[in-house]
């Protein structure tokens, strides 16, 4: 093993401790050999670590040799690098953005018009000459991609593309899907460029804005069709939301003056990060929350 001083990488495997309802973590470094930084992008529910690395210099191991990345997947506890996708780029705008559970990785090529999929042991590289800055942001089970390109949103599954621009958009910016094909994603809606969250099932587009809301952005959709987003509400007051069947629920935990949250999974818990401030302080502290439903 490269006995360089490294920046390791740490996944944790959470098992649940006997008392109180809490967590204890077991910590596993993930240290490649002859590479001197390492970076976890994903985590699928296998386990499956998808990030990139870069090689360490021969007179000092402690440096990077050079800024170019290179792909990794970590899975039962060995690391496997992969092809190279992109020996002419730099990490400038190139990293691993997701790994699904069936292991299938995207990302894209740093200085370069397209991203790629790694599927099966062969990269498929997403690239076409209506689209340029061509960014997958996700993918679900089924191998679907979404992502953005040209200041649109883009749908690839089945060797095609199609468009994904809601009547009123200028552009959109963000985009997710889930494991049942619904798009959850944001842009600039109108001459006045407030940022709208939209839905789409496949057939039609949906706008979400919760009531008196100045702008939100869309954070992640679970398979239940459940959106996670934030804003502003009109107060100059930043919080989270959920919209589900038709309703919205806004997110601000008790004493945070700030809300943003991150991630929502199957259950409705969202997990979130924001700004905490008690009546004996004098400034905001930083705080991560989970919000249960009751």
């Known amino acids: 093993m490269n006995n360089a001083i490294s920046i390791k990488l740490l996944m944790l495997i959470a098992s649940i401790a006997a008392f109180t309802g809490c967590y204890n973590y077991t910590y596993t ?35 990077r040799f050079d800024d170019h990345p290179y792909f990794f997947i970590y899975r039962n506890n060995k690391f496997n690098m992969l092809p190279d996708p992109c020996p002419s780029s730099t990490s400038e705008g190139e990293k691993t953005i997701k790994i699904n559970n069936n292991g299938e990785i995207i990302g894209s090529c740093g200085g370069k018009n397209e991203g790629f999929i790694y599927r099966d042991g062969e990269y498929i590289f997403l690239e076409s000459p209506e689209w340029h800055n061509i960014q997958p942001s996700d993918i679900n089970d089924n191998g679907t991609i979404v992502g953005t390109g040209s200041g649109k949103g883009f749908l690839y599954g089945g060797g095609s593309y199609i468009e994904l621009l809601p009547p009123g958009f200028s552009s959109v910016d963000y985009i997710r899907i889930n494991n049942n094909g619904t798009v959850v994603g944001h842009g600039y809606y109108g001459k006045a460029f407030v940022n709208r969250i939209f839905i789409y099932n496949g057939e039609t587009y949906t706008e979400l804005l919760p009531p008196g809301w100045m702008g939100a952005s869309a954070v992640d959709i679970n398979d239940s069709g459940a959106v996670l987003g934030w804003g502003n509400d009109g107060t100059d007051t930043t919080k989270g939301f959920i919209y589900s069947d038709g309703t ?47």
């Open 29 to 63: 470094d993930l240290v490649p050999n002859e590479y001197s930084d390492s970076v976890a992008l994903d985590i699928n529910d296998n386990g499956e670590v998808a990030g990139i690395c870069f090689k360490s210099a021969d007179v000092f191991p402690m440096l």
């Open 248 to 294: 919205y629920t806004e997110l601000l935990p008790p004493g945070y003056t700030y809300a943003a949250p991150s991630g929502i999974n199957e259950n409705g818990v969202v997990v979130g990060l924001g700004y905490y401030k008690s009546a004996c302080q004098l400034y905001n502290r930083g705080e991560v929350f989970i919000a249960s439903p009751k």
